[in-house]
């Protein structure tokens, strides 16, 4: 490995906040989302429902991954600013997992949707990496994980579109795991630094990732579809007005393809998309917030 190609030797931009500059602090809300999940709670669409609904189903398995990955090399961190970011980081995964597997395990009972056939996939994947990967593999998909769940908190929270017309309970629980999920955008990429991190496997596995999630995603939701009754014509016909939502000329995920690319410049940091504006401005319309003691 040459210097150059070591992400710990990459320069930072100056403008990139450092460890222990954006406060990143675990909120214990707890949400009641009985009513809503029963229903198609965006907007009455079943595929925006389920779009978000299939996301949901990844959290669980996954925080508790990038949690475990963050705490291998937890070690590593000798900076007291990076270790307060790594303690906040693991309260809010800690309590978003939490969240989302009563959210994931309600509507599965209220919607006779299969929760083993959503998860099997990726704890099967989870074991055959720990069963035949370095520990450093589970850091490097979690890094990726972050950029998507870091690009797609920032969409939440800078485009009105991504939400409007859902439950507001739904809408308060997606807007709570999008501000943190932002807060904390950087701790497990620090994280990687310290632990010899190179830019190459950034680059492979953020490649590896995204085939993942995707199929994830399309696969929970045509299962969800499915069990809502609707024939393999119909699931066509949703699945076509779905990739409008996120494709089409306004789509949600339009814009998002050059924060993605970014992930492979070599002197990537999640923090040159600084969005702390935004942030604070999200934190001050939702007024006060619950904080673990
Ligand atoms: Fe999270
Ligand atoms: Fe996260």
Known sequence: MTTAENTQDAPQPEAAPAPGMVDIKPRNYEFDLESALAANWHSGDPFKTAFFNALSMMFPVGEKSFMDAVKAFRNKVTDPALQEDVKGFLGQE?????????????????????????????????????ANLPVIAQ??????????????????????????????????????????ETEHKAVAFDVLKLAGGTVKERRMSMLFITVNFIRDTARNINHMLKRDGYSFWQRMKIWRSGLSFLLGKDGILRGMGREWLDYFKADFHPWQHDNRKLLEEVKASVGPEPVLA
């Open 139 to 180: 850091l490097y998909a979690t890094v990726a994980y972050e950029h998507y769940t870091a690009i797609m908190a920032n969409g939440t929270l800078s485009n009105p579109k991504w939400l409007e017309g859902a439950d507001p309970t739904m809408k308060a629980l997606w807007r709570w795991h999008a501000i943190e």
């Open 94 to 130: 800690a309590i978003h997992s939490r969240e989302h597997r009563k959210y994931n395990e309600r509507l599965c009972a209220l919607r006779g949707y299969d929760l083993d056939y959503m998860e099997q996939p990726i704890i099967k994947r989870r074991d055959w990496a720990h």
